[in-house]
Every structure is written in C-alpha cells, then in structure tokens.
C-alpha cells in the first residue's frame, strides 16, 4: 500500500513553454499532498503544500505565478510549471499523507524535467 | 521554526558491517521523525519512522533511537549489503503540523 505515482518520469520542453506533472496517490486518499524541488546532491526543497479542495500554501521564495498547483481530489494534484526557464530545470517530487495525526509522507518516484 | 542537522554527509563502510547516521532536532515539540532512502534518480522512500513516546524501533537490519531529552535521533543499519548504498533523508514533524523538515542528508557507500 501507500503508493504515489508521478507523470511524467521525465520530460523536456522549449523555454517559454508550460509543463504540467501529475501526481496521483494510488491505494489510500490524500487529504494533503506536497510538492518539492531537489537539486543535484542537495535535500527536498518544500515548495508548497496541497490541501483538496483548496488553495495551495506556497513556501517563502516560491513563485506562486510560476508554479501553479491543483488539488482537485483525494488522489490527484497537479503542478503546472508555466513559462518555463533553463533555470527551473530540476527534479519535482510529490508526496502524499495519510489522514492521520502523524505526519507520515509517501514520496512519488520524481519528475526530471530539462528546459532547453 | 523547527531545524534539522544531519550527519555525516558521507558515510562508507565495508559490506556487512554496521552504518549509524544521526540527526538533532531543534524544536522539543516534534513528536515524528522518519527516514527516507532515496536511490540515484527516484523517490524517497520510506524505511523506518518513530514517535516520540517510544525510544526504539526496529524492523529487520534496520532501527531508530531517539533521545528526546538531547533531541537527537540515529538510524543504524546493520550487516549492511551493497542494495544499502543510497542517500538517507531523516526528517521531524510535529504533531498537526503538516510540513516535513529534513536533514542535509547521508550518502552511504556499502564497500563490497
């Protein structure tokens, strides 16, 4: 149980173009879902928080115009990378949470995405 | 806010001996620590966690202690295998709150 599933793996897109990833809790329902940035040898980067049904919670320094998150239902959240720039080339990692008191996560396998 | 530190960044050992990674948290309020393993270009995955009203856990070759009082918590894995080397997140969280803050990281080189 408690799988996440992320699509695409990897993608490439042109600078200036939007790149939407998806990420889906498969077995159990997420009233919360987060999303993080990873940098080459580096630890998750928070980038903002998912609740169903609501606005995203954006951590301090990220561009909530850039990355536009949805939560439309227990087992879905989308980031949407719009514009995209060489610079925002990364890893994106999802994760989901139980609904529980302890704040236990299960990650997606990650998205690799190139802007060239 | 809560802060994390982690150590070593780097850990090597040779096969079948035992690894210890260790963590110190800031805030005495956190009341959840996991771990994660994270394999070159995939996902965290999830290995072992501990609530605060325990101070050990162990599953396997694998287990945590936590000291709530020096608010520091270890992994150790032991009689370690090549599949151990990977980069190992610890992480704390306290009770209703919904974020995770995770340490630098760990990255274990099993030496056959």
């Known amino acids: 149980g408690a799988v996440v599933s992320q699509h695409p793996s990897r993608v490439i897109c042109k600078s200036g173009t939007s790149v939407k990833i998806e990420c889906r809790s498969l077995d159990f329902q997420a009233t919360t879902m987060f999303w993080y940035r990873q940098f080459p040898k580096q630890s998750l980067m928070l980038m903002a928080t998912?609740?169903?049904?609501?606005?995203?919670?954006?951590e301090q320094g990220v561009e909530k115009d850039k990355f536009l998150i949805n939560h439309a239902s227990l087992t879905l959240s989308t980031l949407t990378v719009t514009s995209a720039h060489p610079e925002d080339s990364s890893f994106y990692i999802c994760s989901a949470r139980f609904s529980r008191p302890y704040n236990e996560q299960f990650f997606g396998p990650g998205t690799r995405l190139t802007v060239l | 806010g809560e802060n994390v530190e982690q150590h070593p960044s780097t850990l090597s050992v040779q096969e079948g001996d035992s690894a210890v990674i260790k963590c110190t948290y800031s805030d005495s309020a956190s009341n959840y620590f996991p771990w994660y393993k994270q394999e070159l270009g995939k996902g965290p995955q999830l290995i072992i966690d501990?609530?605060?009203?325990?101070g050990e856990k162990k599953d396997q070759r694998i287990a945590v202690t936590l000291n709530k009082t020096a608010k520091h918590f270890s992994l150790h894995i032991t009689e370690t295998q090549p599949e151990d080397s990977a980069v190992y997140f610890c992480?704390?969280?306290?009770?209703?709150?919904?974020?995770?803050?995770f340490g630098q990281g760990t990255r274990l080189t099993i030496n056959p």
């Open positions: 992480a704390a969280s306290i009770q209703g709150a919904q974020k995770l803050v």
């Open positions: 501990i609530r605060s009203n325990v």
């Open positions: 998912s609740n169903e049904g609501s606005k995203a919670t954006y």
